[in-house]
């Protein structure tokens, strides 16, 4: 072990230096006066050796008495910092040697133990408080009528509750840490959550659903709850649960038996109808029966409908699930605009699923197109259809499939889940070419976006020269309108003028493909616009800073929206000040939008007159179009694209059938525009 250069070390190596010094000089002195030789030797080597046994005793003495209380002071410190006997220092008298050491490292000690004393009774004060907390939700939990689970975002059980383990103990035992899918099926929880962290405005307040056990054997009424921290991320979730099995039993059960009635009804009195002498009599008695069915029936599905757990749903994203789930072996399109739905979308997804599969597996089918739409004024219901090419569908075959059970639901049948979400009155149609059938459900019951004030519409705004970049057609000039691929798009932005600093926050399109809007297959994106976002922009479009801050620039979603794009043609409404703000980056770039571009609100100039008003609103108000998501960018897309189709069949009415005959016309509109604008 090499020896520290510190403690008395140095002291005793001095010392030894100018002993050595002292007998040098000595000899030297000696030398000089003219002694002999041997006897300076030996004074030198004497007085040498007394300095190596003075050092070594001294370190030794300085070794036991101070070097040795030092390491027993230190191992007692330690045992005072590591250890729980209740000392709190060191004795003094003890350790005289090195004083006031010992005092030093007491004072050091008692601070210690009092601070260890202090935390000690703090972190037993927290726990007691956290143990009453915890025993007093475990008692507000065990005393729910309803089973409580929360997860993680990695769906793991981080705490349940007493009736939640009685209902699902028959599955699997519940243990925290432990995956939620070991007792309960996958498919509707992560739907549920994926639906949930889609749309921040319905996760608070949570949202039924049906699930059931891994294993089949239970059917849960469920509701989730998201659970976000102070900035708004998601980090869990709390499903609350029910036992439906008991009930959705009796209800199936009172269901069918009211079938049967019903049908063992209606039989005889038709009979009697047929066969009775005083017809009148008889057709009148046979009304009143069959009315009293209707009613009791009527009012009988009004109850369950009531106990159904039940949400409102937006056609497109539901829909678009449904996709997803069919693969790639069959092809599903969304098209049409959305709708708010109202019903569990889960059991629907199954329901409708297996319906399309079934009618799919049946014509030979690989593609089917899925669209949703609502029936005229309030009281009207709403529908989704799916269709497809080839053979229709038989109503016995029809018939046969909705009695088909859904295992994932504890049995019940396609036309149980089809009458809780509307009836099973399924209109079967032949199309041109192909087939389809449209299912009644349920509209939607909330005001969605009733908290957002009715705005003025965006000023016009005109730049000729913009569109006029946009008029060679080339091949697609001579094609007819409804053949032709379109994108309508449009953008949300921090305010109306690109050419002082205004940016895009928003920007989104939908395709048109052979008159059918792909609702599915749109385009979306909020962008970052490097400049915060005023007060009264954000009054129109919602967009915050908060919103926009993680998301990426222009620079990279407009290539992206260049691609998506491709050689579509660009549809706007008041095209002119959503192309500006595409035009303004294209050199910087490397991009170009070359496509040819048409405006709805110049056409709607053209067709309905000067007179009529040309905002988006007014249009579609004109047009019977049902707004859905006004304000935004993808909403505002979406009835656009609407209100093309309705345009380019009156076009066609005034003989213009192609893009070149569409083209030419806006152009004499525009103008024409111009020109009552400057008078």
Request: charged share 25%; with cysteine.
């Given at each position: 072990?090499?020896?520290?250069?510190?403690?008395?070390?140095?002291?005793?190596?001095?010392?030894?230096?100018?002993?050595?010094?002292?007998?040098?000089?000595?000899?030297?002195?000696?030398?000089q006066?003219?002694g002999?030789?041997?006897?300076?030797?030996?004074?030198?080597?004497?007085?040498?050796?007394?300095?190596?046994?003075?050092?070594?005793?001294?370190?030794?003495?300085?070794?036991?008495?101070?070097?040795?209380?030092?390491?027993?002071?230190?191992?007692?410190?330690?045992?005072?910092?590591?250890?729980?006997?209740?000392?709190?220092?060191?004795?003094?008298?003890?350790?005289?040697?090195?004083?006031p050491?010992?005092?030093?490292?007491n004072?050091?000690?008692v601070?210690?133990?009092?601070?260890?004393?202090?935390?000690?009774?703090?972190?037993s004060?927290?726990?007691?408080?956290?143990?009453?907390?915890?025993?007093r939700?475990?008692?507000?939990?065990?005393d729910?009528?309803?089973?409580?689970?929360?997860?993680?975002?990695?769906?793991?059980?981080?705490?349940?509750?007493?009736?939640?383990f009685?209902?699902?103990?028959?599955?699997?035992?519940?243990?925290?840490?432990?995956?939620?899918?070991?007792?309960?099926?996958?498919?509707?929880?992560?739907?549920?959550?994926?639906?949930?962290?889609?749309?921040?405005?319905?996760?608070?307040?949570?949202?039924?659903?049906?699930?059931?056990?891994?294993?089949?054997?239970?059917?849960?009424?469920?509701?989730?709850?998201?659970?976000?921290?102070?900035?708004?991320?998601?980090?869990?979730?709390?499903?609350?649960?029910?036992?439906?099995?008991?009930?959705?039993?009796?209800?199936?059960?009172r269901?069918?038996?009211?079938r049967?009635?019903?049908?063992?009804?209606?039989?005889?009195?038709?009979?009697?109808?047929?066969?009775?002498?005083?017809?009148?009599?008889?057709?009148?008695e046979?009304?009143?029966?069959?009315?009293?069915?209707?009613?009791?029936?009527?009012?009988?599905?009004?109850?369950?409908?009531g106990?159904?757990?039940?949400?409102?749903?937006?056609?497109?994203?539901?829909?678009?699930?449904?996709?997803?789930?069919?693969?790639?072996?069959?092809?599903?399109?969304?098209?049409?605009?959305?709708v708010?739905?109202?019903?569990?979308?889960?059991?629907?997804?199954?329901?409708?699923?297996?319906?399309?599969?079934?009618?799919?597996?049946?014509?030979g089918?690989?593609?089917?197109?899925?669209?949703?739409?609502?029936?005229?004024?309030?009281?009207?219901?709403?529908?989704v259809?799916?269709?497809?090419?080839?053979?229709?569908?038989?109503?016995?075959?029809?018939d046969?499939?909705?009695?088909?059970?859904?295992?994932?639901?504890g049995?019940m049948?396609?036309?149980?889940?089809?009458?809780?979400?509307?009836?099973?009155?399924?209109?079967?149609?032949?199309?041109?070419?192909?087939?389809?059938?449209r299912?009644?459900?349920r509209?939607?019951?909330?005001?969605?976006?009733?908290?957002?004030?009715?705005?003025?519409?965006?000023?016009?705004?005109?730049?000729?020269?913009?569109?006029?970049?946009?008029?060679?057609?080339?091949?697609?000039?001579?094609?007819?309108?409804?053949?032709?691929?379109?994108?309508?798009?449009?953008?949300?932005?921090?305010?109306?003028?690109?050419?002082?600093?205004?940016?895009?926050v928003?920007?989104?399109?939908?395709r048109?493909?052979?008159?059918?809007?792909?609702?599915?297959?749109?385009?979306?994106?909020?962008?970052?616009?490097?400049?915060?976002i005023?007060?009264?922009?954000?009054?129109?479009?919602?967009?915050?800073?908060?919103?926009?801050?993680?998301?990426?620039?222009?620079d990279?979603?407009?290539?992206?929206?260049r691609?998506?794009?491709?050689?579509?043609?660009?549809v706007?409404?008041n095209?002119?000040?959503?192309l500006?703000?595409?035009r303004?980056?294209?050199?910087?770039?490397?991009?170009?939008?070359?496509?040819?571009?048409?405006?709805?609100?110049?056409?709607?100039?053209?067709?309905?007159?000067?007179?009529?008003?040309?905002?988006?609103?007014?249009?579609?108000?004109?047009?019977?179009?049902?707004v859905?998501?006004?304000?935004?960018?993808?909403?505002?897309?979406?009835?656009?694209?609407?209100?093309?189709?309705?345009?380019?069949?009156?076009?066609?009415?005034?003989?213009?059938?192609?893009?070149d005959?569409?083209?030419?016309?806006?152009?004499i509109?525009?103008?024409?525009?111009?020109?009552?604008?400057?008078?």
């Amino acid at each position: 072990m090499p020896v520290k250069w510190r403690g008395p070390f140095p002291w005793l190596a001095a010392a030894f230096a100018v002993d050595v010094v002292v007998t040098i000089a000595a000899a030297s002195g000696l030398s000089q006066g003219g002694g002999v030789r041997e006897e300076l030797t030996a004074l030198v080597m004497v007085s040498l050796a007394g300095a190596a046994i003075m050092f070594a005793v001294s370190w030794k003495t300085i070794d036991f008495l101070v070097m040795r209380s030092i390491r027993r002071m230190a191992s007692e410190v330690r045992a005072i910092a590591y250890g729980t006997g209740g000392r709190d220092g060191v004795d003094p008298e003890r350790y005289f040697v090195v004083s006031p050491l010992p005092e030093a490292v007491n004072e050091v000690c008692v601070r210690m133990v009092k601070a260890r004393l202090e935390l000690a009774e703090g972190l037993s004060a927290a726990t007691r408080k956290s143990e009453e907390n915890s025993s007093r939700l475990a008692a507000i939990l065990n005393d729910l009528h309803e089973g409580v689970v929360v997860c993680n975002q990695r769906h793991q059980l981080v705490l349940y509750n007493q009736v939640a383990f009685d209902i699902l103990r028959e599955t699997a035992e519940l243990g925290l840490g432990r995956s939620l899918f070991e007792t309960m099926a996958r498919g509707p929880v992560i739907h549920m959550f994926d639906v949930l962290g889609n749309r921040p405005d319905m996760g608070g307040r949570g949202v039924p659903f049906l699930v059931g056990s891994v294993d089949d054997r239970a059917l849960l009424q469920a509701r989730m709850t998201l659970i976000r921290n102070e900035i708004g991320a998601v980090t869990g979730y709390v499903v609350t649960l029910v036992d439906a099995g008991p009930q959705l039993a009796a209800l199936v059960s009172r269901e069918a038996l009211l079938r049967e009635v019903a049908e063992e009804v209606e039989a005889p009195l038709k009979r009697i109808l047929m066969a009775a002498d005083d017809a009148a009599v008889v057709r009148r008695e046979s009304a009143t029966i069959g009315k009293a069915i209707k009613q009791v029936t009527e009012g009988y599905q009004k109850m369950l409908s009531g106990w159904w757990p039940m949400a409102d749903i937006n056609s497109t994203e539901f829909l678009s699930f449904i996709v997803t789930r069919l693969g790639e072996d069959l092809k599903g399109t969304v098209t049409g605009l959305p709708v708010w739905l109202h019903g569990d979308s889960h059991s629907l997804v199954l329901a409708l699923e297996s319906l399309i599969r079934r009618a799919a597996d049946r014509v030979g089918a690989t593609e089917v197109d899925l669209s949703a739409g609502s029936g005229d004024g309030d009281g009207g219901g709403a529908w989704v259809e799916f269709s497809w090419a080839g053979d229709t569908v038989e109503r016995a075959l029809l018939d046969r499939w909705l009695a088909q059970p859904l295992v994932a639901l504890g049995g019940m049948t396609v036309r149980d889940v089809l009458q809780h979400h509307g009836g099973v009155e399924i209109i079967r149609e032949r199309r041109e070419g192909g087939g389809a059938l449209r299912l009644p459900m349920r509209k939607g019951v909330e005001q969605h976006g009733h908290d957002r004030q009715v705005l003025p519409g965006r000023p016009e705004f005109y730049d000729l020269t913009l569109l006029e970049q946009a008029r060679d057609t080339g091949a697609m000039g001579s094609q007819p309108l409804r053949s032709l691929t379109f994108v309508v798009f449009d953008t949300e932005t921090t305010g109306l003028h690109p050419s002082q600093g205004d940016q895009v926050v928003s920007i989104a399109g939908v395709r048109i493909v052979n008159g059918r809007i792909l609702s599915g297959e749109s385009f979306n994106r909020i962008v970052n616009p490097g400049r915060p976002i005023p007060a009264e922009s954000i009054r129109f479009h919602g967009i915050t800073d908060d919103m926009v801050k993680d998301k990426p620039p222009l620079d990279v979603v407009l290539p992206q929206f260049r691609t998506y794009l491709a050689d579509s043609v660009l549809v706007a409404h008041n095209a002119a000040f959503d192309l500006k703000f595409l035009r303004m980056r294209e050199r910087q770039m490397g991009i170009r939008f070359d496509t040819p571009v048409l405006d709805t609100m110049i056409f709607s100039n053209f067709l309905d007159g000067a007179e009529a008003g040309h905002s988006l609103d007014e249009i579609c108000d004109r047009y019977g179009i049902v707004v859905t998501e006004r304000h935004t960018a993808l909403g505002d897309s979406m009835v656009t694209a609407a209100v093309l189709l309705r345009q380019i069949e009156a076009l066609e009415a005034r003989g213009i059938l192609t893009l070149d005959d569409a083209v030419k016309t806006l152009d004499i509109a525009m103008i024409l525009h111009e020109r009552q604008r400057v008078l």
